[in-house]
């Protein structure tokens, strides 16, 4: 119910106006590392980007894109134990430096600038703008994706539905 959830939400919320890469995708990758087992916490933003991508489209440097949210959600499981504000914090920035560092890289490898050592320092430059949004948003719906779910636990836990909604 929870992957469903999430996945629901990704995608609507990748169509919604919004700053170029200011989107949860990275929130829910970190999320679900936290909060599902490990098949579903990659599953989910891989599901998500795969809808979406099916109607904002394709492009070459995909396969970095979604193995750069694979690898988030894959690395979060190690949050588990410090779900914390500072460890929130920490996944959230670390995961946009991976993600900036995995997809400029992948930028420069298919083409986009020259393969040499200054069209790949000129890729990770241009890139910054998307760094700033992206870290951004990150740490914004980070705190939604985890407050949200921590408020709706303590409410809930001990009722009759909680094993269902919960996932711990």
């Known amino acids: 119910m929870?992957?469903?959830?999430?996945?629901v939400a990704g995608v609507i919320l990748r169509f919604i106006?919004?700053?170029?890469?200011?989107?949860?995708?990275a929130a829910i990758a970190i999320f679900s590392g936290v909060y599902l087992n490990k098949k579903y916490s990659v599953i989910v933003p891989l599901?998500?980007?795969?809808?979406?991508d099916i109607f904002i489209g394709f492009h070459n440097v995909i396969v970095?894109?979604?193995?750069?949210?694979?690898?988030i959600a894959f690395l979060s499981a190690t949050l588990k134990k410090h779900k914390?504000?500072?460890?929130?914090?920490?996944?959230?920035?670390?995961?946009?430096?991976?993600?900036y560092l995995i997809t400029n890289f992948g930028v420069w490898f298919m083409g986009w600038y020259p393969h040499t050592v200054n069209g790949l320092i000129d890729c990770y430059i241009m890139g910054l703008p998307?760094?700033?949004?992206?870290?951004?948003?990150?740490?914004?719906f980070s705190f939604i994706f985890f407050g949200i779910y921590e408020?709706?636990?303590?409410?809930?836990?001990?009722?009759k539905f909680a094993g269902v909604l919960l996932t711990n």
């Open 2 to 7: 929870l992957a469903i959830a999430l996945i």
């Open 17 to 25: 106006p919004h700053f170029p890469n200011f989107t949860p995708v």
């Open 47 to 52: 599901t998500l980007m795969v809808i979406s």
């Open 64 to 71: 970095f894109t979604w193995g750069a949210f694979i690898l």
């Open 84 to 99: 914390n504000i500072a460890g929130i914090c920490a996944a959230s920035i670390s995961s946009s430096l991976l993600f």
């Open 130 to 140: 998307f760094l700033r949004n992206f870290t951004a948003s990150t740490l914004i």
């Open 151 to 159: 408020f709706v636990a303590e409410k809930i836990r001990g009722r």
